[in-house]
């Protein structure tokens, strides 16, 4: 069975920073690009990012690049995201995802999340 | 980077069909066939309804349907049920990047 696993998520100051992980098993997580996807509090998805199967190709949406960083670590099945220089805008409910097929964008499966608050 | 638009809310009585647009532009749902659909639950996390503008993974009901013309995407429910009240939303492929539509709410009256 497919799990995807998120950690790291909780109150964080304003400019401050927090690493986010993602456990996952039940596949050959060294063969999926693997995406992060937040929420905001009563709004829409938003894509974050995104890291090819082995880490050479990574890519941002323009409100995180510079302050964020994905990465992964297939020998231990798990991604990550680094957030620093963080803002209120950032606060959201973070998901790890699995994109299906290489180069589609379809995430078929997902996390349960965990709740990123920055505040004061 | 813009999101894609979808209607803020859509309702149906059951066993009614009912369609979801998603607009982009050409550069997302007009030049990929990569559109893909999801549902949410309150407090849930999404699930991946349709792949490739019409696919379906396993286990979604063929009462499920997607389709494209030009910028416009579109998802359709037959036969409506009371557990297709849920919060859908639309996402595209675009430049190695992902854009999700705003999301709408489906009310089954």
Redesign the interface.
């Known amino acids: 069975e497919v799990q995807l696993v998120e950690s790291g998520g909780g109150l964080v100051q304003p400019g401050g920073s927090l690493r986010l992980s993602c456990a996952a098993s039940g596949f050959t997580f060294s063969s999926y690009w693997m ?1 992060w ?1 937040r929420q905001a509090p009563g709004k ?4 974050v990012a ?1 890291i090819k199967q082995d880490g050479s ?1 990574k ?1 941002y ?2 409100s995180v690049k510079g302050r964020f960083t994905i990465s992964r670590d297939n020998a231990k099945n798990s991604l990550y995201l680094q957030m620093n220089s963080l803002r209120a805008e950032d606060t959201a409910v973070y ?1 790890c995802a699995r994109e ?1 097929m290489a ?6 499966y ?4 965990t709740l990123v608050t920055v505040s004061s | 980077q813009s999101a894609l638009t979808q209607p803020a809310s859509v309702s149906g009585s059951p066993g009614q069909s009912i369609t979801i647009s998603c607009t982009g532009t050409s550069s997302d749902v007009g030049g990929y066939n990569y559109v893909s659909w999801y549902q949410q639950h309150p407090g849930k996390a999404p699930k991946l309804m349709i792949y490739e503008v019409s696919n379906r993974p396993s286990g979604v009901p063929d009462r499920f349907s997607g389709s494209k013309s030009g910028n416009t995407a579109s998802l359709t429910i037959s036969g409506l049920q009371a557990e297709d009240e849920a919060d859908y939303y639309c996402s595209s492929y675009t430049s190695s990047h992902v854009v999700f539509g705003g999301g709408t709410k489906l009310t089954v009256l």
């Not at chain 1, 180069?103 to 078929?108: E, K, L, N, R, S």
């Not at chain 1, 997902?110 to 999340?113: A, F, R």
């Open positions: 995406s996807v829409g998805l938003e894509w995104n190709e890519y949406v323009d998901y299906a180069g589609t964008g379809a995430f078929d997902w996390g349960q999340g």
